[in-house]
Structure formats: structure tokens, C-alpha cells
């Protein structure tokens, strides 16, 4: 552990020293890229700091209990030895999972999709739902949300709805949300109070920045038409909305939200880029066969991972068996209980396929 802390340590002092290097400061993508490496590396450090502090502690506390002779001073020392312990295990465990090499994606903003699956009009409510769930959870955590586009249900909720969140390491911890989530309640159509089964699908993709994917201006169709409102109304007259084709793959992305077309423009080839740039990912990630293994691959986007349960009260997430008698509260955006618990088994399953002992 040692030898391991103490190149922690050498790189962090490098990183430090390169970021503050002019021509690392005028290389745009480099600069992003260390600078995100420093702020990793900073709470490595310091937790490294406290596991340090942790052991002089145990240190003096037996040499205490070594030599001294008055009571008081021996039963103090046997009770800092003993706290001490036990949060050098803790801390040593939380430095094991810091030490993981995090996926470079998991920093990014993101751009989340909803749409409605099987079950109709409920399918869109509930489409409406977990966006609902998702952006008080994004308040909660202190992140901001921006519609890109969506298509309202016609009995409330959405077919579809794309929104961005942008904050601290939110691919790192939406991505968990990404695939099929089901809904079992009665529909407030239903006349006779039977319990339906519906579902929406959740694609979590990590925003692309400019430099990540380079896209031929000459590859984009761009076609413009009139924002529609609730019930088709039209937003305005003009031909704001934008939608635009990558010719090479048939990716589409729209966005109708603002009012300026300059705007709608950037957001929906900010779309364009993340779909562009997920696509490489998958790539890539289909030939990482740790990644196949992993609870969170978003390879079969068919695969089902949570149902929410109305008449039980219940949500069950299907990849770790985790059922929860809590649903009034994980609608409403509190999420971390699930999160964090599929956090903790995916970071447990790559320290098993790592095979390395910390």
C-alpha cells in the first residue's frame, strides 16, 4: 500500500505542476483532461492524508499503552487505539474504491432520453414520471436540467422527452439509470381497478464535447420547421425548430424548446454529437469484456431493471435484487439509496476482475 500511495502522490505533484504549464493551458482538451485528473487525485490524496494520520495515531496509542503507568492515560490511549482501527479499515476500503480507475466518460454531463413503451397512454404518463423523478433528483444533488426536446402523451406525460444534466460527475452516476423501467399501478383510465403493466425506456448517453468526436459540417442535413405546443399549438410563427440528419449513419436529433433557432441549433447538435459519440463508445465497450460483464453495460437497452410497484408500495431493482419499501419517496428523487447500492456492486465485480489486491 505504501509503494502504491506514493505514486499517488508523485503524480499528483506532476499533475499539479503540468496544469499551470502555458502550453498545457493553450491545449483546450489536454487542460480539461489533467484538470479532471487533479480533482480525482486531490481526494485520493487527502483520504491518503487521513489513513497516514490514522496509523500515528495507532502508533503513539501503543506506545502509550507500552510504557505508561496512570490509569486515566492507559484507558484513553486503549480507546483511541480502538477508534482508530477501526477507521483505518473504513478508510482503507474507501481508498480501495477510489483507486478503481474510473471510466474517462463518467465526468461528462449528460443528455438523458425517455420513451414511452407498452401500455399506452399510461406508458406516457409514466414516461412523464421518471422525468419528473429524475429532475427532482438533479435538484437534489444540485445539478441543472435543460429540455432538449419532447412530444407530449395525449392523455398527459410524454412519448418522448430529452433533457440534459450538467454537473459534477453525472455520467458517472446516471448511467446506472440507462434501460427498460417498468410500472405496475391501476391506470387512471382504468374504470373496473385493475392493475397494468407499462414501461418506458431510459437511454443515458455521455455528453460529447467538441473535441471528442469531430463531425463533418458538409455530413448535416439541417431542415427547419415551427415549434408546436401543448395540443399542436404553435410556440410561434417562426421556423425555429431545427432538426438535423447525419447522412452517414441516418442519426436524427430535433430540438424545438427555445425560441432562437441559434439556439435550437446548438442544443440539437449537441444531441447529435452524444448519439455520434455513444456509438463509438459501444464500440469500444464490445470489445472490453469487463465491460460485457458489467450490471451496467448498456448494451441490451430491451434489458428490464426496475419495476415500480404501486399496490406493494415497492421498487425492485432486478440487477442486484434490491427491493425497497419506499416508493412514494424514490418517485419523488430520491434515488441514492438505489444508486449508491449499484455503485458498491459494480465497483466490488471490477475489483474482482482487476484481481489485484490493494
Not at 481508498?95 to 406508458?123: L, Q, W
Not at 416508493?327 to 444508486?339: A, F, H, Q, S, V
Request: with cysteine; hydrophobic share 35%; proline share 3%.
Amino acid at each position: 500500500m505504501k509503494d502504491k500511495f506514493q505514486i499517488i502522490k508523485n503524480r499528483f505533484d506532476e499533475v499539479s505542476d503540468l496544469i499551470i504549464q502555458p502550453a498545457i493551458i493553450n491545449d483546450r482538451k489536454k487542460y480539461i483532461e489533467l484538470n479532471k485528473e487533479y480533482k480525482d487525485l486531490d481526494k485520493l490524496v487527502k483520504k491518503i492524508q487521513q489513513y497516514e494520520e490514522l496509523e500515528n495515531n495507532i502508533i503513539e496509542a501503543r506506545e502509550i499503552l507500552k510504557t505508561e503507568k496512570d490509569a486515566e492515560m492507559v484507558e484513553m490511549a486503549k480507546e483511541q487505539l480502538e477508534e482508530s482501527e477501526k477507521e483505518l479499515a473504513a478508510t482503507e476500503e474507501e481508498i480501495k474504491m477510489m483507486m478503481i480507475p474510473k471510466n474517462p466518460e463518467d465526468s461528462k454531463n449528460v443528455i438523458v432520453e425517455i420513451r414511452a413503451g407498452t401500455g399506452g397512454d399510461e406508458a406516457s404518463i409514466f414516461a412523464g414520471d421518471l422525468y419528473r423523478m429524475y429532475t427532482k433528483y438533479a435538484d437534489k444533488k444540485g445539478w441543472k436540467t435543460e429540455i432538449v426536446d419532447y412530444n407530449e402523451g395525449t392523455s398527459g406525460g410524454f412519448k418522448e422527452m430529452i433533457f440534459k444534466i450538467s454537473g459534477e460527475d453525472v455520467y458517472g452516476t446516471m448511467k446506472y439509470e440507462a434501460g427498460v423501467h417498468r410500472v405496475q399501478r391501476v391506470p387512471q383510465t382504468e374504470t373496473q381497478g385493475r392493475v397494468h403493466t407499462s414501461a418506458a425506456t431510459v437511454m443515458v448517453l455521455p455528453e460529447a464535447e467538441e473535441f471528442d468526436i469531430e463531425i463533418n459540417p458538409n455530413d448535416i442535413r439541417k431542415d427547419l420547421f415551427m415549434s408546436s405546443g401543448p395540443g399542436g399549438q404553435s410556440v410561434n410563427t417562426t421556423y425555429s425548430a431545427v432538426r438535423l440528419t447525419h447522412i452517414p449513419t441516418g442519426i436524427v436529433a430535433q430540438c424545438q424548446d427555445q425560441k432562437s433557432q441559434h439556439k435550437n441549433y446548438e442544443k440539437a447538435l449537441s444531441v447529435l454529437r452524444s448519439r455520434l459519440y455513444e456509438m463509438e463508445l459501444k464500440k469500444r465497450q464490445e470489445q472490453d469484456a469487463a465491460f460485457r460483464k458489467s450490471m451496467v453495460s448498456s448494451g441490451d437497452r430491451s434489458a428490464k431493471i426496475r419495476t415500480y410497484n404501486y399496490p406493494q408500495g415497492r421498487v425492485t431493482d432486478h440487477r442486484i435484487n434490491l427491493t425497497l419499501y419506499d416508493l412514494n419517496n424514490i418517485t419523488n428523487g430520491e434515488l441514492d439509496k438505489i444508486i449508491e447500492a449499484l455503485r458498491l456492486a459494480d465497483n466490488a465485480e471490477k475489483l474482482k476482475s482487476a484481481g489485484e489486491e490493494l
